[in-house]
């Protein structure tokens, strides 16, 4: 067996151990993160608290981006990788034993490092592993594995509330999530690096951490104009989710007039429907374009923002997330696609970082404005929402001209 066969054996191997892993470790996640603003309005009583604790979870995400993605180009994707996933364990530990406002904020803050530690590695190092031809497949079928524990695993979290009560019912979730988290975090031990050649062989210091803070920002700099309108998008689509994260479960329960059963039902009722559809989605994505999926899917949300602003029913919510699971199945696997595919591979962690870096900027201030919003007119943040994805429409079909414009001059040449 030659050096190439070794590397797409080491490569195909990598999807596989990912593809086990990361259902694991998102259901462990998913058992109590949908309620998980419930709980911080109940320690801090204020939707304001909420928004709050979003703004700072934010914050600290944006200095983990700031020096993840450049450490896993420098380290290596699969160190920052498993120890980030390790760390997921630490932090929802720390939630156990919180008991106060300033303990939560610790909990919250811990865990969102090391959730922001490991994006960029595992986006990276995904890539690194998939061909280049059929990346939207792949993503589609990532996509796959992670949809379904990703919506059937708030039943399981919505059953032990509705047993235990909602704060023994937390705690014993967050005992499941640990365990489960831990499980995945050992399999991602057998992953092959990516980026051998190419690892920094020094350890880490204060120097590493600067350096690479420095790198991330330098490298703003190299980028021509896809990348940058790109991070442009970026910044409008998690504007949108800032707003209405955190608020969709009390809109759901306090002007819907739902129960949280119901909100889990309709949650893994959608995330079923949008994991049968991932994989088509994936493979008409890398058949049509993958710009042109975008322009559909952002219009869409528009849509959708405004029709969730007059839900009334179960069955109205269950449409309305029924049509947004069909959209997210189709945006997922495109701008996975399209964002890897505009960058070098030996740069895709600092632009899978950077990438995070804005959204989690963008992300901490909309995610307070929304909760300030929420508090005087509750459709506010939809209303806002679909507007901004307007702006995001217009910033794909700029990308949409180029990509058609260059792919014309080559042809041509």
Not at 271 to 293: E, H
Request: proline fraction near 2%; hydrophobic fraction near 50%.
């Amino acid at each position: 067996m030659n050096d190439q066969e070794i590397r797409h054996e080491n490569y195909r191997k990598n999807i596989n151990i990912l593809m086990v892993s990361t259902p694991i470790i998102i259901s462990g996640f998913q058992i109590i993160q949908p309620y998980i603003s419930l709980y911080w309005k109940i320690v801090g009583k204020t939707y304001i608290f909420v928004g709050i604790l979003s703004f700072l979870t934010a914050l600290i995400q944006i200095l983990g981006f700031s020096i993840s993605g450049a450490l896993s180009d420098k380290f290596g994707r699969k160190k920052i990788l498993v120890f980030a996933t390790f760390g997921y364990s630490a932090g929802f530990l720390a939630y156990i034993f919180a008991k106060n406002i300033y303990e939560l904020i610790l909990a919250a803050l811990l865990l969102s490092i090391f959730t922001s530690i490991s994006t960029p590695a595992f986006t990276a190092l995904f890539a690194d592993s998939i061909p280049s031809n059929r990346r939207a497949t792949y993503f589609s079928l990532l996509n796959i594995t992670i949809s379904l524990p990703y919506y059937v695993a708030p039943l399981f979290g919505s059953y032990l509330l509705s047993k235990y009560g909602f704060m023994y019912g937390f705690e014993r979730g967050l005992i499941l999530s640990i365990l489960l988290i831990i499980v995945g975090a050992s399999i991602r031990l057998y992953l092959h690096e990516t980026i051998k050649n190419n690892i920094n062989k020094k350890g880490f210091s204060i120097n590493t951490f600067k350096e690479t803070l420095l790198d991330t920002f330098k490298f703003i700099r190299k980028l021509n104009k896809t990348p940058r309108l790109l991070l442009y998008a970026q910044f409008f689509d998690r504007f949108t989710l800032g707003l209405t994260n955190y608020l969709i479960i009390f809109y759901v329960l306090e002007v819907i007039g739902l129960s949280i059963s119901q909100y889990s039902y309709a949650l893994t009722i959608s995330g079923i429907i949008c994991t049968a559809l991932s994989f088509p989605a994936g493979k008409i994505a890398d058949k049509k374009g993958w710009t042109k999926i975008l322009l559909l899917t952002f219009l869409a949300y528009s849509l959708l923002n405004i029709f969730f602003i007059f839900c009334f029913s179960f069955a109205y919510l269950l449409v309305i997330w029924s049509f947004s699971a069909l959209f997210y199945a189709l945006h997922m696997s495109s701008w996975k696609a399209l964002t890897v595919d505009v960058i070098k591979l030996e740069e895709r962690g600092r632009y899978s970082a950077l990438m995070e870096i804005v959204g989690q900027i963008s992300f901490m201030v909309s995610s307070l404005l929304g909760a300030i919003l929420y508090t005087f007119l509750k459709p506010l943040p939809w209303c806002l929402s679909a507007i901004f994805d307007i702006f995001i429409f217009g910033v794909l079909l700029k990308i949409h001209k180029m990509k058609t414009s260059n792919t014309h001059s080559t042809l041509i040449t």
